[in-house]
T-cell receptor, first 115, second 115 residues
Framework: AQSVTQLGSHVSVSEGALVLLRCNYS??????LFWYVQYPNQGLQLLLK??????LVKGINGFEAEFKKSETSFHLTKPSAHMSDAAEYFC?????????????FGTGTSLTVIP | DAGVTQSPTHLIKTRGQQVTLRCSPK?????VSWYQQALGQGPQFIFQ???????QRGNFPDRFSGHQFPNYSSELNVNALLLGDSALYLC??????????????FGPGTRLTVL
């Protein structure tokens, strides 16, 4: 079964510093990968998605992610953290079945931004 | 353009009771998926509905059932509530194309507390 692993349940960075949130996937076929952000007491908001068109994917709020097949990774980065980036981040993979598809989410990484 | 809406926002029930949660998908979307997100965890896929039928189901017991209406809105029903059913229940809508759904858009969720 396909799955995603997010390394580091908690990440703290200083305001203005680089943000790096790690995600590794297990997939026997080219995956469809997503990053979502969740603010307290809210639903999930799509940050970006990889659908094999380009390995470097740019998303909203200055985030981007690079798909590396050799490393089975899809890490999320942002050059300069802002206080408003503090939230929970989830990596997800879309599986394919003959009857349709399912989304599997990682356990999440909580990002803290230190002023 | 209204996004995905869910009702109610919060709900408190006691063990053994039954609950119904509701979801209206984003305009133009025909597929609704339901997720359970326990505290500190990523969303877990419950099931997906398209054309008023359940297409995919995750690893959840039969106490969890659903329905989709002709206007694409959906309900999640949980019978014989257990303490462990306490969670945030998320609804996600998407468009089915070529047998698969692409990006999912999430509602704000319903927080269910079982006492």
């Amino acid at each position: 079964a396909q799955s995603v692993t997010q390394l580091g349940s908690h990440v703290s960075v200083s305001e203005g510093a680089l943000v790096l949130l790690r995600c590794n996937y297990s997939s026997s076929v080219p995956p469809y990968l997503f990053w979502y952000v969740q603010y307290p007491n809210q639903g999930l908001q799509l940050l970006l998605k990889y659908t094999s068109a380009a390995t470097l994917v740019k998303g909203i709020n200055g985030f981007e992610a690079e798909f590396k097949k050799s490393e089975t990774s899809f890490h999320l980065t942002k050059p300069s953290a802002h206080m408003s980036d503090a939230a929970e981040y989830f990596c997800a993979v879309r599986t394919q079945y003959h009857t349709g598809n399912q989304f599997y989410f990682g356990t999440g990484t909580s990002l803290t931004v230190i002023p | 353009d209204a996004g995905v809406t869910q009702s109610p926002t919060h709900l408190i029930k006691t063990r053994g009771q039954q609950v119904t949660l509701r979801c209206s998908p984003k305009s133009g979307h025909d597929t609704v998926s339901w997720y359970q997100q326990a505290l500190g965890q990523g969303p877990q896929f419950i099931f997906q509905y398209y054309e008023e039928e359940e297409r995919q189901r995750g690893n959840f017991p039969d106490r969890f059932s659903g329905h989709q209406f002709p206007n694409y809105s959906s309900e999640l029903n949980v019978n014989a509530l257990l303490l462990g059913d306490s969670a945030l229940y998320l609804c996600a809508s998407s468009v089915l194309s070529g047998g698969y759904t692409d990006t999912q858009y999430f509602g704000p969720g319903t927080r269910l507390t079982v006492l």
